[in-house]
């Protein structure tokens, strides 16, 4: 909410009309309560403008560290600004990722990986610890592209997607370094939609948790980011044409995981999820029902820092946090972890998502489609796993608090070492694929589907190989993208935008797509076309693994 001294402050302000700014063509001015925002530019061929870098949240600095975001405060003077300063929050990357990039197209293409002499190659220092310039704590930050109609037309009421990128809660920024452009799918709307992105806290900085920060700070501070984007949405979108009431999330991996908290956030009970639809790619997540894992990270960056509190740790550098956070990262996160994530708080994650689904706890009336891809494990799945006593290890590291008989069940039940293929597997290390893949991304959109049959739509992405994040780069494709099948991307788009736009997930031929239904039914995404299937993961294992029994 706005208090008396923002419109007081607002009600001192002096800008041009936008009607006249559109007659002048000049770049128009949004007028929010605590800043001016111009647009930084204008696309000739989109018919959009651009608004980059507006701010949405206080800096998270200081005695903000690890607390939930605050509003912006206003600025004097009703500084007009067009966000020419890019933001992007203090992030890292395990080294892991390193070898992952690696031996990928060494197992697709069956040749031997050298694991031992990738690991001796390794850098020893971060290559996180950015020189890009705009890294800064000060990061809460989102952009707005809206068309030129609303100005030069007066066109309102248009629908809004907003993206959230993600990149395993450590890494990643709203344009994805560039990668992030929606000039493609605006083209497929012919420019009809609002599209925004947001920044959020990463690694430590978004997601350190612990029996330290729920006393003197906020778990899931990233969450809360989040969601403080979403709301700013909710409030000040019609500025910018949009209507709030038609607003669709959209993210892939982390930030589609991030959707899946917020469509079970406080188990359905708050003012959430400041959505109506949502599309969620690979949702990625490490499941954490416990704080075990978090209280480890925690001690593990005030060690660091050479301090014993989060209270100590508020009073040091910046420049001191973003190396800590970045060293951490980097040498200490298990192979296919980045150490943070969304943990289970108590209050804004009550539980598993799967789990809250599962009970009917979540926001109803929410839409949505999702979507996984065919070899969603290949870039987490440590390339050494060999033996059984491998895969045991990595069910152990990986459920600490798994009972004997739990264990059991997964090891010579759901996942038994028979590799004649009929269990989908013919290796330990494929064995583990298939169990680090479900337990993390794949079951994921099979508990939304299901939890809301009647208002999900289903996607497989099956152009190959099909790992994790492959689709992006066709969610995004806008002509010049390389290595992208422009039919697959179109349908694809096509698919997207029809549901932001109209709420069912139309084809170029207007055949719209077969809710999830009882029968579970998707389309498959091949590079042949797209064609109706059943979804692959509305399985036992499935089924399993929503329990939340390893704990």
């Given at each position: 909410?706005?208090?008396?001294?923002?419109?007081?402050?607002?009600a001192l302000c002096f800008?041009?009309?936008?009607?006249?700014?559109?007659?002048?063509?000049?770049?128009?001015?949004?007028?929010?309560?605590?800043?001016?925002?111009?647009?930084?530019?204008?696309?000739?061929?989109?018919?959009?403008?651009?608004?980059?870098?507006?701010?949405?949240?206080?800096?998270?600095?200081?005695?903000?560290?690890?607390?939930?975001?605050?509003?912006?405060?206003?600025?004097?003077?009703?500084?007009?600004?067009?966000?020419?300063?890019?933001?992007?929050?203090?992030?890292?990357?395990?080294?892991?990722?390193?070898?992952?990039?690696?031996?990928?197209?060494?197992?697709?293409?069956?040749?031997?990986?050298?694991?031992?002499?990738?690991?001796?190659?390794?850098?020893?220092?971060?290559?996180?610890?950015?020189?890009?310039?705009?890294?800064?704590?000060?990061?809460?930050?989102?952009?707005?592209?809206?068309?030129?109609?609303?100005?030069?037309?007066?066109?309102?009421?248009?629908?809004?997607?907003?993206?959230?990128?993600?990149?395993?809660?450590?890494?990643?920024?709203?344009?994805g370094y560039g990668k992030?452009?929606?000039?493609?799918?605006?083209?497929?709307?012919?420019?009809?939609?609002?599209?925004?992105?947001?920044?959020?806290?990463?690694?430590?900085?978004?997601?350190?948790?612990?029996?330290?920060?729920?006393?003197?700070?906020?778990?899931?501070?990233?969450?809360?980011?989040?969601?403080?984007?979403?709301?700013?949405?909710?409030?000040?979108?019609?500025?910018?044409?949009?209507?709030?009431?038609?607003?669709?999330?959209?993210?892939?991996?982390?930030?589609?995981?991030s959707i899946m908290h917020?469509?079970?956030?406080?188990?359905?009970?708050?003012?959430?999820?400041?959505?109506?639809?949502?599309?969620?790619?690979?949702?990625?997540?490490?499941?954490?029902?416990?704080?075990?894992?978090?209280?480890?990270?925690?001690?593990?960056?005030?060690?660091?820092?050479?301090?014993?509190?989060?209270?100590?740790?508020?009073?040091?550098?910046?420049?001191?946090?973003?190396?800590?956070?970045?060293?951490?990262?980097?040498?200490?996160?298990?192979?296919?972890?980045?150490?943070?994530?969304?943990?289970?708080?108590?209050?804004?994650?009550?539980?598993?998502?799967?789990?809250?689904?599962?009970?009917?706890?979540?926001?109803?009336?929410?839409?949505?489609?999702?979507?996984?891809?065919?070899?969603?494990?290949?870039?987490?799945?440590?390339?050494?796993?060999?033996?059984?006593?491998?895969?045991?290890?990595?069910?152990?590291?990986?459920?600490?608090?798994?009972?004997?008989?739990?264990?059991?069940?997964?090891?010579?039940?759901?996942?038994?070492?028979?590799?004649?293929?009929?269990?989908?597997?013919?290796?330990?290390?494929?064995?583990?694929?298939?169990?680090?893949?479900?337990?993390?991304?794949?079951?994921?959109?099979?508990?939304?589907?299901?939890?809301?049959?009647?208002?999900?739509?289903?996607?497989?992405?099956?152009?190959?190989?099909?790992?994790?994040?492959?689709?992006?780069?066709?969610?995004?494709?806008?002509?010049?993208?390389?290595?992208?099948?422009?039919?697959?991307?179109?349908?694809?788009?096509?698919?997207?935008?029809?549901?932001?736009?109209?709420?069912?997930?139309?084809?170029?031929?207007?055949?719209?797509?077969?809710?999830?239904?009882?029968?579970?039914?998707?389309?498959?995404?091949?590079?042949?076309?797209?064609?109706?299937?059943?979804?692959?993961?509305?399985?036992?294992?499935?089924?399993?693994?929503?329990?939340?029994?390893?704990?």
């Amino acid at each position: 909410m706005i208090g008396s001294s923002g419109l007081y402050h607002f009600a001192l302000c002096f800008v041009l009309p936008l009607a006249a700014q559109a007659a002048d063509r000049q770049l128009p001015i949004v007028k929010l309560p605590y800043e001016h925002h111009q647009a930084i530019s204008f696309n000739e061929t989109g018919g959009y403008y651009n608004f980059s870098n507006i701010r949405y949240g206080a800096a998270p600095v200081g005695n903000m560290r690890f607390r939930a975001p605050v509003s912006p405060i206003p600025l004097a003077n009703c500084t007009v600004t067009n966000g020419s300063q890019g933001r992007v929050c203090p992030q890292s990357s395990g080294n892991w990722t390193i070898i992952s990039q690696e031996f990928y197209p060494s197992y697709l293409t069956g040749q031997s990986f050298d694991y031992d002499g990738a690991m001796a190659a390794l850098p020893t220092s971060p290559l996180a610890v950015s020189s890009d310039p705009r890294t800064t704590e000060d990061c809460l930050f989102l952009d707005v592209l809206a068309p030129q109609k609303v100005w030069t037309e007066g066109v309102t009421g248009l629908p809004v997607l907003v993206y959230i990128y993600g990149g395993g809660y450590s890494s990643g920024e709203k344009t994805g370094y560039g990668k992030f452009n929606p000039a493609g799918l605006l083209h497929a709307s012919n420019t009809s939609f609002i599209y925004a992105a947001i920044n959020y806290r990463l690694g430590a900085f978004g997601w350190l948790a612990g029996g330290q920060v729920t006393a003197d700070g906020t778990p899931n501070a990233g969450l809360h980011d989040q969601r403080l984007a979403l709301q700013w949405v909710q409030q000040y979108i019609h500025l910018f044409g949009g209507d709030p009431a038609r607003v669709t999330a959209m993210g892939g991996s982390a930030g589609a995981g991030s959707i899946m908290h917020h469509i079970t956030s406080s188990g359905g009970a708050d003012s959430g999820p400041f959505f109506s639809q949502a599309v969620t790619f690979s949702p990625a997540f490490l499941p954490a029902p416990t704080l075990d894992a978090a209280e480890a990270s925690l001690a593990g960056f005030l060690a660091l820092l050479g301090v014993s509190s989060i209270a100590e740790a508020r009073e040091l550098s910046s420049a001191d946090l973003v190396a800590a956070n970045a060293l951490q990262i980097y040498s200490q996160a298990p192979y296919g972890s980045n150490m943070y994530g969304p943990v289970v708080d108590g209050t804004l994650v009550p539980a598993l998502p799967g789990q809250s689904l599962a009970a009917g706890d979540f926001h109803e009336g929410v839409k949505v489609l999702v979507s996984h891809n065919m070899l969603e494990g290949l870039l987490f799945t440590r390339p050494d796993i060999s033996s059984a006593q491998d895969y045991l290890d990595v069910l152990t590291a990986a459920m600490p608090r798994i009972s004997e008989e739990q264990l059991e069940f997964v090891n010579g039940t759901l996942y038994p070492g028979v590799f004649d293929g009929s269990y989908g597997y013919a290796t330990e290390f494929q064995r583990a694929m298939a169990t680090i893949q479900d337990s993390t991304i794949v079951c994921n959109p099979f508990f939304l589907a299901s939890a809301m049959p009647d208002r999900a739509y289903g996607l497989r992405f099956a152009v190959p190989p099909g790992i994790h994040g492959q689709e992006t780069s066709y969610v995004f494709q806008n002509g010049a993208t390389t290595g992208v099948d422009t039919g697959v991307a179109d349908a694809l788009q096509r698919y997207i935008v029809s549901f932001v736009t109209g709420s069912v997930p139309t084809s170029a031929d207007g055949m719209p797509m077969p809710t999830y239904g009882a029968d579970a039914a998707v389309m498959v995404m091949a590079s042949s076309g797209a064609v109706a299937g059943t979804d692959d993961a509305a399985n036992e294992r499935c089924r399993w693994w929503q329990q939340g029994l390893y704990y």
